[in-house]
């Protein structure tokens, strides 16, 4: 009956997108758009916003797209308006801005226009302020957990995972115990349990691990010390080092030789982790051919792994055991996504080389396929990818899943990652603002030269 529901549901969905003015609605299309189409909306009003001429038009018209600013003031508003349009804005002011947004009671606006905030913020570059939305978000997501008539604001899977993220269920009887209150059963709880117990350094059973994954990857892993290379450019001298672990992952190794050198990035490849995106363009561009000197390779793709062994009878091929769903806000880049499926595996060691959670910009030379249009010089076109990306994958949740890998010695990492993850999050988020808002955000305060 479930299953027939969601049928019907996805078959009205896709009706309703036909009709021109319905399918502009925001519940029938995806955030990305509709959060770009507000801050478009915002930036040709932007005159009026600067001049404090904006009327309630402008709100009325916001609703179109989701978003609503519930009880917060017209001054409180007028404020938003200005971060969100993209006006520049002393720094001062903007701190300013902050503490007033921390002191707004979480209950002022619904979980759902908190994370819109949010999600307008990230487009923005504006990743301090978006933290505080998130977590005013994150808030009334977990409030349920200690009133028993309180409703959960998206579902109470949703509070539990939002629980999982802060902290505040952080070992299996806790766990047990929430799901239990709302009767979760099955894969989804069964993926709750294992999820929990590699971020927060539990011993993963065996058992556990293949129930999701069939494959013969647990041997291949065992006792072995595995170097993650990500994509950033980087002038340390890891080659011989990183060539020196058991097994080296690569990200996106759509042919030989990818992004590999003797000096920096070392030469050795065994298994090739592809993104969603990177796995499509990888099909399209290589008819799905693997290099010759890699074992494994591992797809975020669920389904892509099939196709992709039909061309490729003497690999090694495998889709990742993902979390796409025990989390409370966000997607997870390709980084987390290949961290956590590979420490649930009984490896020695797992090190992450050049990868500093995006606060370089530019990618390794031919990262992305010419098919992108990325230039690895572009250095704009990068950031402004990478805002809009951001709506979907938070980078707050980037942060914490490998900064409680880290800390629970799931992971390690070279000198960079290291210092990233020492920072803690709001400093990382204030370095990430610093590198994606736009420039008058901080110009105002710099000293002359």
Known sequence: ?????????????????????????????????????????????????????????????????GISFGQLTDEQKGELYVVFADLPMHQDRYEELKQQMEKIPADSLT????????????????????????????????????????KPPISWENTIRAAIEGGECNNQKDLDRLLARDRITGDIANKLRLYIAVLFGEKVPSEWVKSFDG??????????????????????????????????????????????DPVHKGLRTDISCFSGVHGRNFMNECHGILPRDISWACF??????????????????RDHITFFQPKFHGLFNLMPTVALDLALFNAKSIKIYHTDLMLTVARQKGYNPESFNMP????????????????????????RTLYKLW???????????????????????SELEHVYASPYLYEETCSPQ
């Open 215 to 260: 494959s013969d990857f647990t041997d291949y892993l065992a006792g072995k010390s595995i170097a993650i290379v990500g994509p950033s450019p980087t002038e340390a001298f890891d080659g011989e080092e990183i060539d020196r672990h058991d097994i080296i992952v690569r990200l996106t190794y759509s042919f030989e030789g990818k992004g590999t």
């Open 1 to 65: 009956m479930k299953k027939y529901l969601q049928f019907s549901k996805r078959i009205i969905g896709i009706t309703l997108r036909c009709i021109p003015v319905i399918r502009k609605h925001y519940r029938l299309r995806s955030r990305i758009d509709n959060i770009s189409d507000a801050c478009s909306l915002l930036y040709e009003k932007r005159v009026e916003i600067d001049s404090k001429l904006f009327n309630a038009n402008i709100e009325k018209r916001l609703t179109w797209f």
């Open 300 to 317: 975020k793709t669920r389904g892509m792994a099939s196709r992709v062994k039909e061309a490729n009878t003497d690999k090694k091929v």
């Open 111 to 150: 979980c759902e226009q908190w994370l819109y905030m949010h999600e307008i913020c990230c487009f923005r570059g504006r990743y301090t302020l978006a933290q505080i939305f998130r977590e005013r978000a994150r808030m009334l997501a977990i409030a349920p957990m200690n009133r028993n008539k309180v």
């Open 376 to 399: 690895s010089e572009d250095i704009d076109g990068m950031k402004n990818n990478f805002r809009r990306s951001s709506i979907l994958h938070d980078p707050i949740l980037q942060y």
């Open 407 to 429: 800390c629970n010695k799931k992971i390690t990492g070279d000198a960079r990652f290291v210092e990233v993850m020492e920072m803690g999050l709001d400093p990382f988020l």
